[in-house]
């Protein structure tokens, strides 16, 4: 009888997200995002980079905006810092003395630090773009990846669009790889989501946003400024996508700890947005389809608390019947595989770190501000 409690158990872990994960790749082989791209257009932009304590980056970020390929009477730069105490702005005043800065630039000081979101809503209102876009001090956009992305805009029924990860450092350590696993997947669900309407799920280190399709950055405490306010954007009936072709550069945490902490915030952060999502979807606020809606709720909500028992449920079976050795035998031959062990412990630091972002959503222990993961910061990255 536990035995068939326990199939069951891990059946449901597996059947329902390869379920949606085959019927986004069937989407994604069919067609392509059906949206009038023009290379033309380009409208003004800015792009603001929020910053706290970012000086080992903030130049390396600087000169990769300067090499945009973008006209340079169209973009307006914003830096927003948060009272760093590491002279990321001096770091930001000398680049700029000793560089041609191709851009108009705004350099904006806030005198406390109320979280990214807070600080994108200052730099809001110094703002002239028709399109507003975020990056991250540690994250590197490719050239073309701007261009790209504004060409979407031509159409307007498009709200926002977001970007790819690669990692520069990909083959570091089992727990890069994992990240590299875990956006493999990741990128085939947005895709599919993308083509059908929209995702929900962005990324604020390449964003862009049709200012007239928002007020203001969510800032709720829990929510972040790229999902919390695509959602927005998706219940005015705008298309938010996400587009394979506009490249950025980041890092992944390469440490056990770095990574369970990098993950549980953004965990907390998705859980945030995708409860809220099923509950406009409920009020018939959120033109995406309930199959979608439900199928990312399972994955990042429900999945997580039915490994947690089926982990605990096979352990207690385990110890029970101590005669299966075999069972044991077996799994640690498996691991010898490096595929299945980078798989393994994408799964499982994923759905601990889901479980992780739960928890400030039960208990209300919800914060905007959080601690940057150092090792995410290095700099000898060279992209
Ligand atoms: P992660 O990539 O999810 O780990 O997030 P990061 O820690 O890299 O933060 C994303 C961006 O937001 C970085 O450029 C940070 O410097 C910036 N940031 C984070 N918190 C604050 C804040 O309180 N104020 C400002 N102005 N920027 C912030
Ligand atoms: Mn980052």
């Known amino acids: 009888m536990f035995v068939v409690f326990l199939l069951l158990l891990w059946g449901s ?65 914003i830096i927003i810092d948060s009272s760093s105490i590491d002279g990321t702005l001096d770091e930001v005043k000398t680049f700029l003395n000793k560089t041609n800065f191709r851009f108009q630039i705004i350099l904006l000081s806030e005198k406390e630090r109320l ?23 540690d994250s590197f956009w490719e050239k073309d990846a701007l261009k790209k992305a504004v060409s979407y805009f031509a159409d307007p029924s498009i709200g926002a669009v977001t970007g790819k990860e690669e990692l520069i450092n990909l083959r570091r350590g089992v727990y890069t790889l994992s990240e590299g696993v875990y956006r493999k997947f990741y990128y085939n669900l947005r895709l599919g989501e ?3 309407h929209s995702t929900l799920i962005f990324q604020g280190e390449l964003a862009l946003y ?8 969510e800032d709720a405490p829990g929510y972040s400024d790229d999902i919390g306010t695509v959602i927005n954007i998706v219940s005015r009936g705008y298309r938010c996508i996400f587009i394979p072709e506009a490249i950025f550069y980041d890092t992944a945490a390469f440490s056990f700890r770095g990574r369970l902490r990098v993950k549980s915030r953004r965990s907390e952060h998705l859980v945030s947005g995708i409860i809220k999502s099923l509950k406009l979807k409920i009020k018939g606020r959120l033109p995406v389809m309930w199959r979608i809606i439900f199928f990312n709720f399972y994955l ?10 089926a982990i605990l449920a096979t352990a207690i079976l385990y110890f029970v019947n101590f005669n299966s050795l075999w069972f044991l035998g077996l799994f640690f031959i498996l691991l010898l595989i490096k595929k299945l062990r980078v798989f393994l412990i994408s799964y499982i630091t994923g759905n601990l770190a889901l479980i992780l972002g739960l928890i400030p ?14 090792e995410m910061r290095l700099k000898n990255y060279n992209f």
């Open 361 to 374: 959503f039960i208990t209300g222990k919800r914060s905007n501000v959080w601690k940057k993961v150092d």
């Open 115 to 137: 979280g990214k979101s807070h600080a994108l809503n200052v730099a809001l209102k110094y703002s002239a773009g028709e399109i507003i876009a975020t990056s991250d001090a």
């Open 210 to 217: 049709r200012r007239t399709a928002f007020e203001e950055f």
């Open 300 to 309: 990042h909500v429900i999945s997580p608390i039915l490994l947690t028992l």
């Open 194 to 196: 993308s083509i059908i």
């Open 13 to 77: 872990l597996l059947f329902p997200p390869a379920a949606y994960y085959v019927w986004m790749l069937m989407r994604i082989r069919r067609r392509n995002v059906s949206v009038s791209v023009n290379f033309a257009y380009q409208p003004y932009v800015t792009l603001i980079v929020p910053t706290y304590n970012e000086a080992t980056v903030i130049a390396k970020k600087l000169e990769n905006i300067n090499e945009l390929d973008y006209p340079e009477n169209k973009l307006q730069v």
